[in-house]
């Protein structure tokens, strides 16, 4: 049988990062500053983020050069491995080729070392002692604790209460590369404290752990805010995922018709994608993206598209994106890296003017298909992961049933190893359908 595996040596890893924003066919609606409804200005974003960091987020240079000291970092795990899923292929019985970029072989177990590396960099060279975050699942947080251990700063992150519950052992990687965590809402900031009065029984929202997060790197001199995803410069820094796929499918003598990631804030779908949707733009391919959501925080397919506060307490600048409101609290479903009320600025964009299609599944649709991609092809997939497995999995069953001999590539983002309390919930049938 052919190889399913295909890895690149360590020396084609890609060197820059690809920026799309200077592709779109239309330019980015820019930030505003919720005082004056105008354009953000750089000075006013610097309290809170690095400069370099800054920049990307607004730079029109097409590809942008990763520094060494970051590349050194990536190639602890980069190239990551794409897999050409066959077993799955055979048990569906399609004539589809499905092919899968696997980001979980990074320490943290995603694809958010990607960013975090890069932002930790920054911020320490510029003098930066210490990092605020907000983190859903705890795939972020722990990354950029991760980060921040090797580039010697303080990491405090923000864990959305109900994953901090679900999700004991992100916990434990957070506090094992030296970061501190505490659950959001907390009683250390104002704005925690102020929800926690009024509702104290939340199970807390990404939009609220943003608040204390952004809080506490407002009041703090030597201290800025990182996001994990969402933001331009995030979008990014994730491009390497897909400028790897590119080289890959090269190998594999191939080429996707559909690419797939799960959305939440918008950063594995942009990093496995938008190299891929450079192609389309420039009348190389007529690649179909799909964005796989929660239909219990179903952003892309229900929100609306327009400028929204990307936290609660309504203290960032406002984004035009994809939004369900600033003051929505989606269910505490499992997959919580995916429980965020907007969407990147850059993905929505590509989603209103048809470049990104958008569908939203259950929880429990989302559970069947991570174990039978585990049974299938080995790997126990992160609930949020499961969102692009369900969508691969229903797009080979449509090329069954239609006899089309389509190539599918999906995103898998992390591994679920320290899901199992979610995976318990499934086989002792309680989980259910938000």
Same mark, same amino acid.
């Given at each position: 049988m052919e190889s399913t595996k295909i890895i690149l040596d360590e020396n084609e890893m890609p060197q820059k990062w690809y920026n799309i924003l200077p592709d779109l066919p239309n330019p980015l609606d820019p930030p505003l500053n919720p005082a004056t409804n105008e354009p953000i200005k750089i000075e006013e974003l610097e309290p809170i983020f690095a400069g370099e960091?800054?920049?990307?987020?607004?730079?029109?240079?097409?590809?942008?050069?990763?520094?060494?000291?970051?590349?050194?970092i990536y190639r602890m795990w980069r190239p990551s491995p794409l897999y050409r899923a066959k077993k799955l292929e055979d048990i569906l019985k399609t004539p589809a080729k499905i092919y899968y970029k696997y980001e979980g072989v990074s320490p943290p177990g995603s694809h958010k070392p990607n960013t975090s590396i890069a932002?930790?960099?920054?911020?320490?060279?510029?003098?930066?002692?210490?990092?605020?975050?907000?983190?859903?699942?705890?795939?972020?947080?722990?990354?950029?604790?991760?980060?921040?251990n090797y580039f010697d700063l303080e990491c405090k992150v923000y864990m959305v209460r109900s994953s901090f519950e679900q999700k004991p052992y992100r916990k434990s990687l957070i506090n094992l590369w030296g970061g501190s965590v505490?659950?959001?809402?907390?009683?250390?900031?104002?704005?925690?404290?102020?929800?926690?009065?009024? *509702?104290?029984?939340?199970?807390?929202?990404?939009?609220?752990?943003?608040?204390?997060?952004?809080?506490?790197?407002?009041?703090? /001199?030597?201290?800025?805010?990182?996001?994990?995803?969402?933001?331009?410069?995030?979008?990014?820094?994730?491009?390497?995922?897909?400028?790897?796929?590119?080289?890959?499918?090269?190998?594999?003598?191939?080429?996707p018709d559909i690419i797939i990631g799960c959305c939440g804030g918008g950063s594995n779908l942009a990093g496995i994608s938008f190299p891929f949707i450079k192609d389309k733009l420039d009348g190389k391919s007529d690649v179909k993206v799909v964005a796989s959501e929660p239909s219990a925080c179903p952003t892309l397919t229900k929100g609306q598209f327009r400028y929204d506060f990307g936290d609660t307490a309504e203290t960032t600048p406002l984004l035009k994106m994809y939004t369900l409101g600033h003051e929505f609290i989606p269910p505490a479903i499992h997959a919580g890296g995916l429980r965020y009320h907007g969407d990147s $600025?850059?993905?929505?964009?590509?989603?209103?003017?048809?470049?990104? /299609?958008?569908?939203?599944?259950?929880?429990?649709?989302?559970?069947?298909?991570?174990?039978?991609?585990?049974?299938?092809?080995?790997?126990? $997939?992160? $609930?949020?992961?499961?969102?692009?497995?369900?969508?691969?999995?229903?797009?080979?069953?449509?090329?069954?049933?239609?006899?089309?001999?389509?190539?599918?590539?999906?995103?898998?983002?992390?591994?679920?190893? *320290?899901?199992?309390?979610?995976?318990?919930?499934? *086989?002792?049938?309680?989980l259910s359908d938000d």
């Open positions: 960091l800054i920049k990307q987020e607004l730079s029109s240079d097409r590809y942008i050069s990763i520094p060494e000291e970051i590349l050194d932002q930790a960099y920054y911020n320490m060279k510029e003098g930066t002692e210490r990092l605020t975050t907000e983190t859903g699942a705890g795939q972020w947080g722990s990354s950029l604790s991760f980060a921040c505490v659950p959001s809402p907390s009683n250390e900031t104002n704005f925690g404290r102020k929800i926690l009065k009024e *509702f104290p029984d939340t199970t807390g929202s990404l939009g609220i752990a943003i608040s204390e997060a952004v809080e506490d790197a407002a009041i703090n /001199d030597n201290t800025k805010y990182t996001l994990g995803s969402v933001l331009n410069h995030v979008m990014l820094h994730q491009t390497i995922i897909g400028l790897e796929a590119q080289k890959q499918m090269e190998m594999a003598e191939d080429y $600025p850059i993905v929505s964009k590509l989603v209103d003017e048809g470049l990104i /299609d958008a569908i939203s599944y259950h929880q429990i649709e989302i559970f069947d298909a991570a174990i039978m991609f585990a049974r299938t092809e080995g790997i126990a $997939p992160a $609930p949020e992961a499961s969102h692009a497995i369900k969508a691969a999995i229903d797009e080979a069953v449509r090329c069954r049933k239609t006899g089309e001999e389509k190539t599918i590539l999906f995103n898998l983002s992390g591994h679920g190893h *320290f899901d199992m309390s979610s995976y318990d919930r499934y *086989f002792s049938k309680k």
